[in-house]
T-cell receptor, first 115, second 115 residues
Framework: DTGVSQNPRHKITKRGQNVTFRCDPI?????LYWYRQTLGQGPEFLTY????????KSRLLSDRFSAERPKGSFSTLEIQRTEQGDSAMYLC?????????????FGEGSWLTVV | GNSVTQMEGPVTLSEEAFLTINCTYT??????LFWYVQYPGEGLQLLLK?????DKGSNKGFEATYRKETTSFHLEKGSVQVSDSAVYFC??????????????FGIGTKLQVIP
């Protein structure tokens, strides 16, 4: 399977704990994105990486959130001191540098439940 | 800014009925338009896309035509099946936003097909 891979797929955590999600993009894709989808809503853009550089962050990404892509390959999204409002699905996506008809490729998502 | 408006669900149809899910958009420039499908507990799957005005995207019996004059991209299928039950998202991929895809999604329309 050469698609976008996300781990873990499901995470239940207690309020106040830290959680980290990992995303492995399609191998030749330089661009990597994180989106968040809350129940009953469409996904919302969180952040974008071009190789290892984080080039845009949404206002949705509070100080408790940090995303990295240290070697320009996989990425991690860490949420510190989780709150119940952080419960959502966190989607990772990737795309190549060369435009492929404006298509980006989404992973299966990581579900977070904060109790 | 960009926005996508799609009809709220849920939409309940009998098997073999005709499906229309309305989607309209506002955008600067000339975006690409996409429909994604999300099955229960899963991530987003690309269903179809159209990259310029009057293009028709099609896949698995679903169709949508990019109408610039009405800023619409309605999803249609002539005969739905129970297996089509899912949430459908209309999405706008902006044109050359720094070369990366900051996608704007609609709220999603849940389709339930009953035998």
């Amino acid at each position: 399977d050469t698609g976008v891979s996300q781990n873990p797929r499901h995470k239940i955590t207690k309020r106040g704990q830290n959680v980290t999600f990992r995303c492995d993009p399609i191998s030749e894709h330089n661009r990597l994105y994180w989106y968040r989808q809350t129940l009953g809503q469409g996904p919302e853009f969180l952040t974008y990486f071009q190789n290892e550089a984080q080039l845009e962050k949404s206002r949705l990404l509070s100080d408790r959130f940090s995303a990295e892509r240290p070697k320009g390959s996989f990425s991690t999204l860490e949420i510190q001191r989780t709150e119940q409002g952080d419960s959502a699905m966190y989607l990772c996506a990737s795309s190549p540098t060369v435009d492929s008809g404006n298509t980006i490729y989404f992973g299966e998502g990581s579900w977070l439940t904060v109790v | 800014g960009n926005s996508v408006t799609q009809m709220e669900g849920p939409v309940t149809l009998s098997e073999e009925a005709f499906l229309t899910i309305n989607c309209t958009y506002t955008a600067t420039g000339y975006p690409s338009l996409f429909w994604y499908v999300q099955y229960p507990g899963e991530g987003l799957q690309l269903l179809l896309k159209a990259t310029k005005a009057d293009d028709k995207g099609s896949n698995k019996g679903f169709e949508a035509t990019y109408r610039k004059e009405t800023t619409s991209f309605h999803l249609e299928k002539g005969s739905v099946q129970v297996s089509d039950s899912a949430v459908y998202f209309c999405a706008l991929h902006p044109m050359n936003s720094g070369g990366y895809q900051k996608v704007t999604f609609g709220i999603g329309t849940k389709l339930q097909v009953i035998p």
